[in-house]
């Protein structure tokens, strides 16, 4: 069981060395608490660096649902709400987050878990008085949960739209580094802090025992944020610990080394089972691939390989999702590739 | 201007003469404050006879809002979350009011205002780790938001699916007397209160100056009620005023009568439009008439009459809402049938 | 029992009967909904004429507590705490309803319901660093909830340190028009206007059926306000309501009169108390009067007036309080004095 | 600068050897996500064991904040209030976390850090209606924010008063292992867990990177706790790192053996500071010293050692506080002791 090869998902591993090292490498070292220490103060500099954006406040702070509840409810008044693809993860997958914080989400179809222009302008038409709330923040995640991405001509259009419109523009990054690392995006990280008013860059899922790090580009939305870190328990005692792990993370761009190598590896697969004939449900374009394989394979699959079953699409299919890692060697995917072929062809298939 | 015929909605007159009345009458009387006078009292008494619900709670509130945000975050705990049908006032109209007290209202399409059984279970079953909202009450409105209707069958429906996913089930009755006062409802107040764990009858919109009676009929979500009215703001000082109006409402069943006013004008203003080859969004069952009119009839129609323009259906064509009262008249009725006869006819148009 | 003489709040009458004449003619008048009606524009110009504030927006409510939970959650981020007295209404009778916003309230001893400036600087010098809470709003009322008064003196030092420390000032005016109507006080709207950030005048305690008028000075408050009011529930349908009854408050200064009315009746009861040797826990400003009486006085008082037993001072002494209003008599006034004579006297008890 | 001791806090260290160590040795495994892993399976039982009660609920989170704040506001109904000391974390240092979930946080003055029954009675007392909160959970430290410990009967003493009047016994265990390891204390796990409807033993300023174990011992506040940390943004994605960290922690009772450790040296630095004539503002009963210094010793003090002024006591003299850790060494105490000889000897200061 312990052999099957973990395509589930990239939070799977304790740390990429480097950053446990890093860590191993400081036990001596006595710090100032609460990321007042030189190591986080290093880090955010060489942050700030990458994104050229000195007006820029830096926080780094421990898991994605954590910054995105403390970053929407501190930017929000009690009465606006956010704008969103129906698979953000704030829309699915945080337990009412956002809600417990006093703020809707609005939600809208999004096929590829992309939200556009126009689903944006409808939200803001749809509210138009004081007996709905006021659409205030548009949240969007690069990657996206499905692992798509937004191309720099869509954010632009969506800067504009929020700019038309008085909105400001949030972006979840927990899978940001596979967006930058990718050979199909062209969304670079001042571009990023040029068009939204805050985004984060996540760690945990790209190598990082955790951390997160929330870029607030938008000078009017800086006061004070740590009181609001603190206020929802999200400042680390311990903040050095984030300093640390970023310094390590950044050091000759370990984070985008990391997800190129995922990336190509998902590619790699993505082209293998492309020619061994499977469709997929979404385009491949970081380090998740959504395929679609035969129910009757799955069996066989699960014995050999940890993955995702994504959505049943009938009785006889379902798209089934793998997530590669810095960690994934070329090795698994000729595995996985050698398992799955044929897909389900016994020799007569249609 | 002032002439015109108003039909846009049944809250825009100060209150029933016999309502008003009844205040006049206690000018000189000293009363208890919080709602811990005689008149409340005795209200509570003449409601919860009606109902045939010895156990029942009942608390009188100002306004429908203020009775959903404080008698649902009553209910709920921080990850429980609210199925709705998409129409819900609290989804819609409320400006986010249950997100304000923390809480999701999950929303499904339908089309007639109604939710089914069906969507209950799709919601419940979506909601499956701890990753996601709990969903745990059902909200409902009794007349919808579209003047339609459930038949006891639906809300033992309803009942059934909420017993077995241990659900509650609560009812938004702002117009509930136009339903229990309509020829084409089987509900009862003692079937509400056996099949509803809590629900309210609303007196704004059906005479009051203001006041909605809300009952709690599940003894567990009793306790402590009246320090939750306080906390959100709902505990009237002189609380008595609500006690008085409702033993007027109450008396010789003026709310029912009121509403069966209304309806009947409704009808007739259905039949007639009917008769006159007028199309409907909407079945008539209340006191709410959704009519399909030709835009180009607009402009005449705003001159004499007021009332809603509900939803553009084309360049051609839009739904416009009557709503009638205990106040209408038959002669307001026939002033609206003459003023669309003929709806579209070529021949006499002016 | 029913003959008891009422002095135990000033909230126990329906209203003043020029109040509830003026709905009376309004009864064949059909009203735009949610405060959108001419009267309710009539009253808001009315109230601004006075206040002398041409920025101010001012908004009708229900209810005390509706107006401060709505008011200083608009006005605080997350992390912002209000500094109140510790008798402060908030504090200590509206059931946690500003931390049930979020908000913290932090409380200075005030021995007579009075804040001060020391107390004010006090509190933001304590919180220094984002692990505390930031003080952010000053909460006082006039009159204070132990019948005393602000001196303008006395508000203009709480305004400067306000200024000095980037407070906001907010002043409850359940009981502002006892002020406004005592010649103790120096205190006008326009100063009041002039003073603080936010201020309300009450009219549930002077002879309206209920209404307060939340008068918002500071134009950076004012925005989107109403969809505010909503999400708090407090956005009343038939707005008018409190249109006309403001109206008629308004008119002929009908607001001051029946104030004056009660405050004299209060300075007579105090000073005829004061005549037969009795003791006030507190100097008598307006309507309240808190006299100490024997304990074993007050069966006999129980036996003729309404009234509260505010503070058990010892086995011998107890404080209680009398209030009086625009309809207590002279006459009233003088069955206590004679009811309370000789307070004590050996020879003559009963 | 960075040669000064450091007795500052006791979490200015990255962590324990052996608790890194055990990081380190699982880098090659995969892990379940969410904490769903057999490590923290193992380190559930182990603690659980530990505990005796089998039917508590074991949860590890990041971070004593995050503890306080999700616990609080899952035990709670929204008018329900926590009654602490004054010196309460949550009251004083949480940023209103606790308010933020909308609960209000009743304090009472505490000399030595520690709530009495007599306290917690007049809390009960004062709270008799429903504009009032209503008090439901008892908040308390062990060890306290003063280093103070509360006895069996101390603690017997309050659950029985929270017995009698149907309140909640919270135990904030930031420091509970120099409690559990101190020979003051006569509290074991057991008995923590038999007492107490929920408490937490705090991993990170006792050797951990992070990480606290909540022990949920009252089987009624345990439904659906993972969806609140969740909600709260608790969660944390790698959860398998606090189940390897606690292992270790637990392993041979590290935690106890780091906490006697630096609880010895804190008894050593007092006894050696009581010989030299000084004076304590409170007790050394764990691992913080509370000493009075002249203000004229500060600045030699401060150039060779990190700790906190605690308090200013007069012009003369200041209250300081030294925090040892396993890290401390005797080597480091006795540095202390000789550059604190003698305190205030006019001839002999240099």
């Known amino acids: 069981m312990t052999t099957r090869i973990n395509l589930m998902n990239d939070y799977n591993l304790v740390a990429h060395e480097r950053v446990l090292d890093s860590l191993q490498e400081s036990l001596a070292v006595r710090f100032e608490g609460y990321g007042a220490d030189a190591e986080t103060a290093r880090a955010k500099a060489a942050l700030s660096e990458r994104i050229q954006c000195p007006q820029a406040a830096v926080h780094f702070l421990v898991g994605g649902t954590q910054v995105n509840l403390t970053a929407i409810s501190a930017f929000l008044r009690p009465h606006e709400a956010v704008i969103a693809p129906h698979t953000a993860h704030i829309a699915t997958h945080e337990t009412g987050a956002i809600e417990a914080c006093g703020h809707k989400v609005l939600v809208h179809e999004s096929p590829h878990g992309k939200l556009g222009p126009n ?52 972006i979840d990054g927990a899978r940001l580094a596979y967006a930058l690392g990718s050979p199909h995006s062209d969304l670079t990280l001042p571009l990023l802090a040029e068009l939204a008013d805050a985004f984060y860059l996540g760690g945990t899922k790209n190598g990082l025992l955790f951390g997160e790090a929330l870029v607030i580009c938008n000078p009017s939305l800086q006061a004070d944020f740590r009181h609001l870190i603190k206020q929802r328990g999200g400042l680390l005692a311990k903040g050095f610990l984030l300093g640390i792990q970023f310094n390590a993370f950044l050091k000759d761009d370990l984070y985008l080394e990391l997800a190129a190598t995922a990336n190509a590896l998902a590619a790699k697969l993505d082209g293998g089972l492309k020619a061994l004939g499977y469709d997929f449900a979404l385009q491949t374009e970081t380090n998740q691939v959504f395929v679609i394989v035969d129910n009757a394979a799955l069996p066989k699959l699960h014995e050999h390989l940890m993955f995702e079953e994504w959505q049943q699409l009938s009785s006889e299919q379902t798209t089934i999702r793998f997530v590669t890692t810095w960690k994934t060697t070329e090795s698994d995917i000729q595995t996985v590739l050698d398992l799955m072929r044929p897909p389900a062809a016994p020799l007569a298939s249609d």
Chains 1, 2, 3, 4 share one sequence.
């Open 119 to 170: 689903e944006v302008i409808a939200s803001v038409k749809q509210h138009t008085d004081e007996h709905m709330v006021k659409p205030r923040l548009v949240y969007l995640s690069q990657t996206t949960e499905y692992g798509t991405l937004y191309s720099q001509a869509e954010l632009r259009a969506l800067r504009a739209v929020c700019d038309e419109h008085d909105l400001l523009l949030y």
